[in-house]
């Protein structure tokens, strides 16, 4: 991510915390759009039977966009810096990914003719 999208986030941070506060509620509000992607996603499987296909991949994707950038919003908003906070997910993520490059998939038993 380039630095020109955390200092965006940290202008959204501001804008919302000069009009409406800063108090739980106000958190809680920029952490919504998580629901709007499990709206996309069903909406573009056609998982509803009433409702039919109601949504786009690139609707999806753009949702999944806004909830990755709230979320640094929102990180900048308790006072944390996202680009910390990426960076220890994404060690986590890759020491994850080497553990599992480790292990036997499940299945395939060691020593199995």
Known sequence: ??????AEAQRWR???????????L????????IGEVVEARLGLLGSNPRKGTTHTVD?????LADVV????????????DPRQAVAAC???????????AHQTPAGNQAGAA
């Not at 000069?18 to 108090?23: A, E, F, L, Q, W």
């Not at 958190?27 to 919504?32: A, T």
């Not at 979320?71 to 308790?78: C, D, F, G, P, R």
Request: charged share 30%.
């Open 69 to 80: 950038f709230t979320s640094l919003t929102a990180i900048a908003s308790m006072g944390m």
């Open 26 to 33: 106000e958190l809680s509000c920029r952490v919504k759009k």
């Open 90 to 100: 994404a060690a986590k993520a890759a020491a994850y990914r080497a553990e599992l």
């Open 59 to 63: 609707n999806a994707v753009g949702k």
């Open 1 to 6: 991510m380039t630095d020109e999208i955390f």
């Open 14 to 24: 501001e804008l919302p915390d000069d009009r409406n506060g800063t108090s739980e």
